[in-house]
């Protein structure tokens, strides 16, 4: 069954168009795999994702080569008149890249950018920490980018190691505030487990500068790292716990409950005939249930592989249903966990599981 997934995930790899993103997704792929990761993931399959070898190379390299040594500039607004006149707009702002002129953002006058170099800055001061593994650099606009804590994998079961990574999110567009959060990530199948929950998270508002907080980083990947045992221990309570066809009705009909709860399903247009919308007419529950096959054969039936075949979905396969292309697909998958609606899907699933 592995081995079958791995040839899928080849086949897939050589079926994109386009010939440059191939060899760069064939190369994130290895490099994932240098890492110990063991499938794909958006990481890998994104055109404007790097997967990092970051034992040989400085932050100032590495920002170099994925094209995050730029700062945003300030330019000067205008719009024509009836007579062709251009007159200036006083109340905003253009965000423009400094060597290719391109931009990236219209905000108001009293927004403030957090510039890359900032979090450069950021990330040199716990380089002793930390490594770099992959860059997300979407359009030069929102920018994700993950690093794995030194030190900090453990098994949950034998072959299955877990790993602590820190994910940095910020953005020139004004879609995300620059944040900081701590993930717990299975190598096996490139799945995020869940959010770490933290005390003091890290978020900055993009008129705030993230120097004035870099004192406080060092404490928190402590605090996490604590927590990142717990949650491992929490996964190997899950192994221990068996489930019935009724738990996994439980676990997906609360978990998905606003999306089919006081919905209804049209059966008939023309007489407007309909029925109450039930928890197995979403798209969702049918894809992680053909799922759930594989991961009670890996796993055996228990909460652990309901957890993993639930959050397998919003890691690699959630997407809109009319987008073909596989790079855009993994963009908005990345985007809904790192900074929107997956990761909290994915927490909740966590939770219904140990209350099982």
């Excluded at 701590?182 to 993230?210: A, D, G, W």
């Excluded at 909460?303 to 396969?317: M, T, V, W």
Aim: proline letters at 1%.
């Amino acid at each position: 069954m592995q081995n079958l997934e791995r040839v899928n995930q080849l086949n897939k790899m050589f079926s994109l168009e386009n010939t440059g993103s191939n060899f760069q997704r064939l190369d994130n792929q290895f490099a994932a795999e240098n890492a110990g990761y063991q499938n794909s993931s958006n990481e890998t399959i994104y055109k404007g994702s790097n997967f990092i070898n970051d034992s040989l190379k400085s932050v100032d390299e590495i920002f170099e080569e994925n094209g995050l040594n730029f700062e945003v500039v300030k330019r000067d607004l205008f719009f024509k008149n009836e007579s062709g006149e251009m007159i200036p707009i006083k109340n905003y702002q253009a965000f423009c890249h400094d060597t290719k002129d391109t931009c990236l953002n219209i905000p108001k006058l009293q927004y403030v950018p957090l510039q890359l170099s900032s979090i450069k800055y950021f990330i040199n001061s716990i380089r002793d920490k930390v490594l770099i593994e992959s860059i997300m650099n979407i359009e030069d606009k929102r920018f994700i980018i993950n690093l794995s804590i030194n030190d900090a994998i453990q098994d949950v079961k034998k072959d299955d190691p877990h790993k602590l990574r820190l994910v940095i999110v910020s953005s020139h567009d004004s879609s995300t505030s620059c944040h900081i959060s701590f993930f717990h990530t299975r190598m096996f199948c490139f799945n995020q487990m869940n959010s770490l929950k933290q005390s003091n998270p890290l978020v900055f508002k993009h008129t705030k500068s993230i120097r004035n907080n870099i004192e406080r980083i060092n404490s928190i990947i402590d605090w996490n790292r604590l927590q990142f045992t717990k949650s491992v221990n929490e996964y190997k309570e899950l192994i221990k716990k068996e489930i019935k066809q009724e738990d996994i009705k439980n676990v997906l009909e609360n978990l998905f409950y606003s999306k089919w709860h006081g919905q209804k399903v049209c059966l008939n247009r023309q007489t407007k005939e309909n029925r109450d919308k039930v928890y197995s007419d979403l798209i969702e529950v049918k894809k992680i249930k053909e799922r759930l096959e594989i991961e009670f054969e890996q796993n055996g039936r228990n909460a652990y592989s309901l957890h993993n075949g639930i959050n397998y979905y919003f890691n690699h396969e959630a997407a809109a249903q009319n987008i073909q292309d596989e790079s855009e697909k993994a963009r908005i998958r990345a985007e809904a966990i790192y900074f929107g609606k997956s990761i909290s899907y994915i927490n909740k699933s966590k939770e219904l599981c140990l209350s099982l």
